[in-house]
T-cell receptor, first 114, second 111 residues
């Protein structure tokens, strides 16, 4: 099946620990994104990458890090510097066709701090 | 990118049309209107987009006013599975990274 996969669906972290969320896509999309969603709120952009080996900070990048070593993978690390990491994390990818760019989202990972 | 204003919640009877409004009074000439929806605890799903003409696809219709300051997403025959949060976004068509997902409208379809 083609699409975006995120794993795990639920992730538990102890305070002070770093944790990495996985995002993989086999859609051959160039751009990938990470968003954070808190209960009852919209999505906020953490990081995005438009091409391999390049990425830019979004609106709330502090306490997070990413890498883009492969086109199909864009892992997000939630570091101990992120003081309030409990949230729903969404990965997305996009491709430009016919002058249009549309995003497609993965199923999300829910991170809980113990 | 322009910001949008949506009502926080709406109800709709099953089988009826659901009309979801969105105000985007500061939209620029090169910005498109996009609609996504998010069913509980899932990733957002693309629905439709448009610039100035009305658009229709298998999921919905999009009506954009002539001055482009507002739009309406229409689900012609709402079903219980259409219960979700609906997001209206305005952005240039080639920069999805600039999508700003506000709080959206929670649509509840009732039997």
């Amino acid at each position: 099946d083609g699409g975006i996969t995120q794993s795990p669906k639920y992730l538990f972290r102890k305070e002070g620990q770093n944790v990495t969320l996985s995002c993989e896509q086999n859609l051959n999309h160039d751009a990938m994104y990470w968003y954070r969603q808190d209960p009852g709120q919209g999505l906020r952009l953490i990081y995005y990458s438009q091409i391999v080996n390049d990425f830019q900070k979004g609106d709330i990048a502090e306490g997070y890090s990413v890498s883009r070593e492969k086109k199909e993978s864009f892992p997000l690390t939630v570091t101990s510097a992120q003081k309030n990491p409990t949230a729903f994390y969404l990965c997305a990818s996009s491709i430009r066709t016919g002058g249009q760019e549309t995003q497609y989202f993965g199923p999300g990972t829910r991170l809980l701090v113990l | 990118d322009a910001k949008t204003t949506q009502p926080p919640s709406m109800d709709c009877a099953e089988g009826r049309a659901a009309n979801l409004p969105c105000n985007h009074s500061t939209i620029s000439g090169n910005e498109y209107v996009y609609w996504y929806r998010q069913i509980h605890s899932q990733g957002p799903q693309y629905i439709i987009h448009g610039l100035k003409n009305n658009e229709t696809n298998e999921m919905a219709s999009l009506i954009i006013t002539e001055d482009r300051k507002s739009s309406t997403l229409i689900l012609p025959h709402a079903t219980l599975r259409d219960t979700a949060v609906y997001y209206c976004i305005v952005r240039v068509r080639t920069n999805a990274g600039k999508s700003t997902f506000g709080d959206g409208t929670t649509l509840t379809v009732k039997p």
